[in-house]
């Protein structure tokens, strides 16, 4: 019998994010009620301007377009000299004047790339733009007891500034995907124009997704996903988006070009409208707004103002530090930490400045991160009890041989807890390293005397022998006893014997 050939094609993904980032000002896109939304009683920052009254005219906030214009800069973007503002028309309860002013064929800045490193190899992702504009109201569905359902609507968010951050399908893959996204977030924060907060919904991403035989330049028709609200989430959306489009032309079949949302209980991604039904959102320009110009004496004062971003941080950190490439990266990953490492190196005062760096960042990446996960918390979280100063006196125990691992681990976890210091903490316990000879000696006599066959076993050239006596010796002790000085002391008492 002959068989025919299964043919099975490679397809490779091709993505590109769009993502939603809340600018952080004082107050509003186009009034001066101020932007605090997420912490005000529902409807209490309001004006006639952010609930869309008529015969009201808005005015542009310079804060939100010089966040616009760093970010810009910050992704190597050309700022625009004259950008202008658009209506985007669409009908929603939640944007109550019926339309949205946003940017469409001039935004403030274009063309420009952010890095992306995977497995040490880096590559640049195209950046198509960042644009301005402003955010919804936030409608709540409700149900009362009878089962009859309504929706409430909050105008607080309603008229917020929002920037957009379109990306090129530059992204082959959920992990680079995921890579993108958390470097454009660190890159906010860094820059201080938002919190990047996702599941506050500060920092929105949709996705789009298209797949297409490995070798062909021409893309595959895409699939926007939407409502993912964590880094989590968007990657098992694409991951699973990916595989559905490759099953659908494996088997024959077409993509269709659709708006699909994820579903993180189901762990799918479901239809939700096709381009059929997409929008015809009849932009055109914003005739209540002056055409903003961009002077490019302005915007090199505002490119003065960049501070060190992730990337420069992370070569300086392994330049000045001599850290690893995974160390430096997991610390410049949040500014927070990587400020706190820097302060935590400048405190502790033992040992050379490379000794100190691996110290701090051992404990910070180790220990400190673990007891932060497990309280869920940041490091710069406002109930964190511990400051740079408690994590240097450790990394100075430490070095000073004053306490042994075990020890320092307690005394971090303590710290931790009750915000008392490391070496406070290390006095009362009684539990400060033992460094004597003399205070040693018992320990080690007692342990040679109990334990003939190691004895033996060393005497006779099993070398190793002498760490089941260190063990001894350091259980003895509770731990307390310096390893290096046990081991040199029996090694000696051991020696004498041989000869
Ligand atoms: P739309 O007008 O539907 O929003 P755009 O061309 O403006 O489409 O692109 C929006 C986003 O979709 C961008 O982030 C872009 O990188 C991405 N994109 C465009 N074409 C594709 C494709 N074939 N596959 C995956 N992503 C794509
Ligand atoms: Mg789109
Ligand atoms: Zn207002």
Redesign the pocket.
Not at 14 to 18: C, H, P, T, Y
Not at 166 to 170: A, F, I, Q, R, S
């Given at each position: 019998m002959v068989q025919t050939p299964v043919k099975t094609v490679a397809y490779e993904a091709?993505?590109?994010?769009?993502v939603h980032a809340q600018v952080l000002t004082r107050s509003k896109m186009f009034c001066g009620c101020a932007a605090d939304y997420q912490s005000a009683a529902p409807n209490t920052r309001v004006c006639p301007v952010c609930m869309g009254m008529p015969g009201v005219l808005p005015v542009i906030n310079k804060a939100a377009v010089e966040a616009t214009v760093l970010t810009g800069l910050a992704l190597h973007c050309t700022i625009a000299e004259r950008p202008k503002f658009d209506r985007k028309n669409y009908p929603y309860p939640d944007l109550v004047k019926g339309y949205q002013i946003s940017q469409y064929d001039l935004p403030i800045s274009a063309k420009g790339w952010l890095e992306i490193d995977l497995d040490g190899e880096r590559r640049r992702a195209?950046i198509?733009r960042v644009h301005l504009e402003e955010d919804t109201a936030k409608l709540l569905h409700r149900s009362d007891p009878s089962g009859e359902s309504y929706s409430l609507i909050d105008l607080n968010r309603s008229g917020t500034p929002l920037m957009e951050i379109?990306?090129?399908?530059?992204l082959r893959s959920a992990e680079e995907a995921r890579q993108y996204l958390m470097k454009l977030r660190t890159i906010l924060q860094y820059l201080g124009v938002s919190t990047g907060n996702m599941e506050e919904g500060s920092f929105r991403c949709?996705?789009?997704?298209?797949v297409?035989p490995v070798g062909s330049t021409a893309?595959?028709?895409?699939?926007?996903v939407k409502n993912m609200n964590s880094f989590r989430s968007v990657y098992r959306a694409l991951q699973f988006e990916v595989q559905r489009q490759q099953d659908v032309l494996q088997s024959g079949g077409r993509v269709v070009q659709e708006t699909r949302g994820w579903s993180d209980a189901k762990g799918a991604t479901q239809s939700q409208r096709s381009k059929e039904q997409?929008h015809d959102y009849r932009y055109f320009p914003e005739p209540d707004l002056p055409p903003l110009h961009l002077e490019p004496a302005w915007v090199e004062q505002v490119r003065s103002r960049l501070p060190e971003l992730p990337d420069a941080r992370r070569d300086r950190f392994q330049e000045q530090y001599g850290l690893s490439l995974y160390d430096a990266r997991l610390l410049v990953a949040s500014k927070a930490l990587a400020e706190f490492f820097e302060r935590t190196v400048a405190a502790a005062q033992s040992g050379d400045a490379k000794s100190r760096a691996k110290g701090a960042a051992n404990w910070l990446l180790g220990e400190v991160s673990r007891l932060l996960n497990a309280e869920g918390v940041e490091i710069d979280s406002p109930n964190v009890k511990i400051g740079p100063e408690h994590v240097a006196e450790i990394v100075d125990l430490l070095e000073h041989k004053t306490v042994n691992q075990t020890v320092a681990k307690e005394a971090m976890e303590e710290a931790f807890r009750t915000g008392k210091k490391p070496s406070q903490i290390v006095q009362e316990r009684g539990a400060t390293q033992i460094t004597t000879t003399e205070a040693i000696a018992p320990a080690v006599d007692a342990a040679i005397e109990a334990n003939p066959q190691a004895v033996k076993d060393y005497l006779a050239g099993k070398e190793t022998a002498v760490k089941f006596l260190v063990g001894q010796v350091m259980k003895a002790t509770k731990g307390r006893a310096n390893p290096t000085m046990v081991q040199e002391m029996l090694t000696q008492r051991l020696s004498a014997r041989k000869a």
């Open positions: 091709v993505i590109g994010l769009e195209g198509t379109v990306g090129e399908p530059d949709d996705a789009n997704v298209s297409r893309y595959g028709t895409k699939v926007e997409a």
